[in-house]
């Protein structure tokens, strides 16, 4: 927990938080919120600033807008951890609120990172001071606030959407920092191309503070002594820079919503039949570490969701991958995971079976645990004969083309059809049989009513 009214830069601080900007005029990216006539932009213009909820990828400047409003407003800054603080905390900082009001009437805004960390009581504590104005609230979050903000908190806070910083954004960045004297690397003297700074942004992944890192890493192998002064440039070069970003990982969180993002891109491209972006996508989660056999049990499921008997060797395509990934492993068996993924996204597409499960599904809640018909029923006892097991059953195989006139489903829902192919792949065939044979029970079924009759 910190509190701050004034910026102030710690010379021995990381590189990315002697950066930090102190106003609009120094900062890079979201435009969309800090432009000219933009939400953030006017709420400083107006010197009022609500209860803001910022959602982000890592790196994107919740925290440094945040200080940015504060600074603006002339409010107290309290920076708060939901990771190393909890309740107790929480209530000395309202307790000091209510006293500093009292005594100077100012602001208090409480800045909250990695308010997702905070479980429901810690919420609910927090509630009441921000329904009542005691502290603006702006919390900063790389998780969906849907899934981890309180209904209530979320309602009272306006959320603001933070993009991941694109290239050219993080090499402006870069380049201030390289040439900046008073807080950054000028006084190291160092030079850099264009294109190493866009090697340091691309490593980056839309991460300034990552990048800042990267960099800072880079000039300390070139300059291992700050005091020492050159007259000559030292350049930071492609090779000092890979040395530094290995090991690089993509923005990836197994257990968070990037997760459900990029598998729900691969189920969707493999469903409009793009191979391209479903491939993308697939390599997107494997070079991010997903595990492959989440992958595998994917596409199987999607074998049946979006394609089922459309091409019935889907399935097995989807199955047998997953089998050839087990056998062979990374990264010789990530291949069989592009092949399944070709095969199924280049396959014909059916939702016959999905929408057939959904039907099933919900004509068993409407009508229960109907019972089965007795000529369907086994007869392995004398009783059960006697009852009616069994009675009237047709055996299809004795039967010409093994087709019967024969009721499969109880009687109150008798006729009813929930399998409809499509006419798409094989199962524009099985379409085409299921009609022909119909047309023959519908024929044999009036023969017998005829005779009956």
């Not at 603006?72 to 107790?88: E, H, P, R, Y």
Request: proline letters at 5%; charged letters at 25%; one cysteine or more.
């Amino acid at each position: 927990m910190k509190k701050n009214n004034k910026k102030e830069k710690d010379p021995s601080a990381p590189l990315a938080e002697r950066m930090r900007p102190v106003s609009l005029d120094d900062f890079f990216g979201q435009e969309h919120l800090v432009g000219k006539g933009r939400l953030l932009h006017e709420l400083i213009s107006n010197g009022t600033i609500p209860s803001l909820l910022l959602w982000g990828p890592p790196g994107t400047g919740k925290t440094t807008l945040a200080s940015i409003l504060a600074h603006n407003i002339q409010a107290d800054f309290i920076f708060f951890s939901a990771v190393l603080s909890g309740v107790k905390e929480l209530r000395k900082i309202v307790q000091e609120t209510k006293e500093n009001k009292k005594q100077e009437n100012r602001q208090t805004l409480l800045f909250v990172d990695e308010i997702h960390r905070f479980n429901k009581s810690q919420q609910d504590a927090l509630l009441p001071h921000v329904e009542s104005g005691l502290l603006t609230l702006i919390g900063a979050t790389t998780e969906n606030p849907s899934f981890e903000v309180i209904a209530p908190l979320l309602s009272r806070c306006q959320l603001l959407l933070l993009q991941p910083l694109d290239i050219q954004k993080i090499v402006n960045i870069i380049m201030r920092a390289l040439q900046d004297e008073n807080q950054g690397l000028g006084t190291y003297n160092l030079h850099m191309e264009t294109e190493v700074a866009e090697l340091i942004a691309q490593a980056a992944d839309g991460d300034c503070r990552r990048a800042l890192n990267y960099l800072e890493t880079a000039a300390l192998l070139i300059k291992q002594d700050k005091q020492e002064k050159e007259t000559i440039p030292q350049k930071i070069t492609r090779q000092t820079v890979l040395e530094v970003i290995q090991g690089q990982t993509l923005r990836y969180d197994r257990a968070g919503e990037e997760h459900y993002n990029l598998i729900s891109a691969l189920h969707k491209s493999l469903r409009d039949s793009d191979p391209d972006g479903a491939c993308y996508w697939l390599g997107r989660m494997l070079v991010s570490g997903e595990d492959p056999l989440y992958i595998a049990r994917r596409l199987i499921r999607f074998a049946s969701e979006d394609i089922g008997v459309s091409d019935p060797r889907s399935l097995e395509i989807a199955i047998t991958c997953r089998q050839a990934y087990e056998m062979l492993g990374s990264p010789e068996g990530e291949l069989a995971l592009y092949q399944a993924t070709v095969y199924l996204a280049t396959a014909p597409k059916s939702n016959a079976l999905y929408l057939t499960e959904k039907k099933i599904k919900k004509e068993i809640r409407c009508s229960g645990s109907l019972p089965v018909p007795l000529h369907l029923r086994n007869a392995p006892t004398g009783l059960m004969k006697e009852i009616g097991y069994g009675q009237g059953y047709q055996y299809a195989h004795d039967a010409e083309d093994s087709l019967v006139v024969q009721e499969h489903l109880p009687d109150t829902i008798a006729g009813k059809r929930f399998y409809h192919p499509t006419e798409k792949g094989y199962e524009a065939v099985i379409g085409d049989r299921l009609r022909k044979w119909r047309t023959i029970l519908q024929q044999r079924a009036q023969q017998q009513r005829k005779k009956q009759g």
